[in-house]
């Protein structure tokens, strides 16, 4: 197997970053990572010679770049079995929701952005709160159809995927019924999740537009 870099945004703030991240991990594909700091000087011209989108996560697999969050899954799957449901129906709707959840829910994640280290119990606008609605109603429906603990009954991407929108619930104290919050902390007790955690919680930079949130 070729070399695997990841190359990802601030462990704190870098909410598309720590979806491959997870997913790399629960793949047990040997990776290194390279962190680039977002929102400093020159930091757009670093991720735009990565990649055309100017995006970080990037996954370098020896000369072959693999730019965006759900392509990276998608690689690992084809890798490693069981990243995705087995039943053909569930890996459907598995990735419809992933699909989701990188394009919609845009004011829960402008208004609600992923910041490790954040615990308040602001108010948040009304379009937040219906989208974390939203998402924990997707969370409900898939939870009801299975075992748990994960979505489908065994972790797989849509959990990965998951797992910044469940940071946000616990960052701003959103409302959610016990049974998401059960599902959370099930994420979020997760051992890779723990890793990502752990640094980002020392990282030296702070992004004062995105901590300024709620304030
Ligand atoms: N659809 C992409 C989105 C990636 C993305 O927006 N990444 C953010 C970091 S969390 C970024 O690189 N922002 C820098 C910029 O847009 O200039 C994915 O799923 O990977």
Redesign the pocket.
């Known amino acids: 197997m070729n070399e695997l870099t990841l190359y990802i945004?601030n462990k704190n703030?870098?909410?598309?970053?720590l979806r491959p991240f997870l997913v790399l991990r629960k793949a047990g594909l040997p990776f290194s990572e390279t962190l680039i700091q977002?929102d400093v000087a020159g930091f757009?011209d670093k991720?735009l010679t990565l990649s055309e989108?100017?995006?970080?996560?990037v996954l370098r697999v020896g000369e072959e770049i693999i730019?965006?969050?759900?392509e990276i899954s998608n690689w690992a799957a084809l890798c490693v079995p069981n990243l995705w449901p087995k039943d053909a129906q569930d890996k459907r709707q598995a990735l419809e929701m992933c699909q989701r959840m990188?394009s919609d829910f845009e004011a829960l994640r402008t208004h609600a952005p992923m910041n490790l280290r954040r615990r308040t119990n602001t108010d948040l606008p009304q379009s937040c709160l219906e989208d974390a609605q939203k998402m924990t109603e997707m969370w409900e429906t898939c939870l009801a159809r299975h075992d748990g603990p994960f979505l489908f009954d065994d972790w797989c991407i849509a959990d990965a995927f998951s797992t910044p929108y469940a940071t946000r619930f616990v960052s701003y104290d959103i409302p959610r019924s016990a049974k998401v919050d059960t599902y959370i902390s099930e994420l979020m007790a997760d051992e890779d999740f723990l890793d990502w955690e752990a640094e980002a919680l020392i990282e030296p930079w702070e992004l004062p537009d995105t901590d300024k949130v709620g304030l």
């Open positions: 945004g703030y870098s909410s598309w970053s977002l757009k991720l989108a100017g995006t970080v996560p730019p965006d969050s759900l990188q």
